[in-house]
């Protein structure tokens, strides 16, 4: 049973209340017996299967049942989503894109990426225990959440609890590596697994890159050294697939130039059904464009219109805009 001291906590944090299963039903208007069999039998709720990773090798894809997936909402709406994660995570939130972790990054001349490697399998069950502990649950109601959330003892990919949960487990590395290269003039922000750190001078960021690594270890993360990446004054800078310019952040003239040409071969035939590929992903560009760079997308927009003008009867005519 939770004591006066956990439940004054949970309630000064606005989280529901309970400590024991049958409070914990009522609470999510939920059977026991439903309660029970998916915390106790987790990893029997989960389809698992594997994607291929751009880097090479496989992803591991762990996809809860419909009835698991409805137990993981409600925890995240009433529990995890009322609760702060770090000013440097930038990722896994409503109404954040790649370009808010891009922007504090704007004009610094030099930019160093770092690559955590099996984000979600490195964060495991007794971290998941440890957040719903620390926030006043009792033992036996943190361990039935933790459960809930995770399988095969590690956060699964696939869960909607586990982006929360793993921005709420990486506020101690957040903190310490904030703590540590701001007091050097050096800007911090994180997106998921992605690092990036920035300054006037390389070699500011190659001076806290051995203890970075170092933080990065204790925490129980290990780096992926194949996408370290450290861009002086004269290369491109980018930050999470977007391209940081002196006064700006966007997809960069290679990547407009692409997205163009994809647009100008919808000009050349009127088979629907084989481009049908083509279209949703320049849909789902210019979807993309809008939010994060505008000048752009205005511009291939005005690009679509003129050549349906002087195309006529392509596949360009499904491309709406």
């Not at 904030?178 to 007091?183: M, S």
């Not at 590929?277 to 809008?290: D, R």
């Amino acid at each position: 049973m939770a004591s006066p001291s956990q439940t004054s906590k949970l309630r000064m944090l606005g989280l529901p209340i309970f400590d024991d299963l049958e409070s914990f039903a009522q609470v999510t208007r939920l059977s026991k017996k439903f309660l029970y069999l998916h915390s106790s039998f987790s990893d029997q709720h989960y389809k698992k299967y594997f994607i291929p990773k751009k880097s090479g090798g496989q992803r591991e894809i762990s996809q809860p049942s419909k009835a698991h997936k409805a137990i993981q909402g409600w925890i995240l709406r009433n529990i995890l989503d009322l609760l702060q994660v770090s000013q440097a995570s930038k990722g896994f939130a409503k109404k954040q894109t790649t370009a808010d972790n891009a922007i504090p990054h704007i004009g610094a001349n030099a930019i160093l990426s770092l690559d955590l490697e099996d984000f979600f399998p490195s964060i495991t069950a007794n971290k998941v225990y440890s957040i719903f502990h620390s926030l006043g649950y009792s033992k036996p109601i943190s361990i039935m959440l933790t459960s809930i959330c995770t399988c095969g003892g590690k956060l699964p990919q696939g869960s909607p609890c586990s982006p929360k949960l793993a921005n709420l487990v990486c506020i101690r590395l957040d903190n310490r590596v904030q703590g540590y290269v701001g007091a050097r003039g050096v800007t911090y922000t994180r997106y998921a697994d992605d690092l990036t750190f920035s300054a006037a001078h390389p070699g500011k960021l190659m001076h806290i890159f051995n203890f970075i690594r170092r933080i990065i270890t204790e925490e129980g993360f290990s780096l992926n050294e194949s996408k370290t990446r450290l861009a002086g004054t004269r290369l491109r800078k980018k930050v999470t697939g977007l391209v940081v310019t002196e006064g700006a952040v966007g997809v960069g003239r290679i990547k407009y130039r692409e997205l163009r040409s994809k647009v100008f071969n919808l000009t050349k035939t009127q088979d629907i059904f084989y481009d049908q590929k083509e279209i949703n992903e320049i849909y789902g560009w210019l979807g993309y464009l809008k939010s994060i760079d505008s000048k752009r997308y205005e511009k291939l927009v005005s690009q679509i219109e003129t050549l349906k003008k002087n195309h006529k009867e392509t596949s360009l005519d499904y491309l709406l805009v």
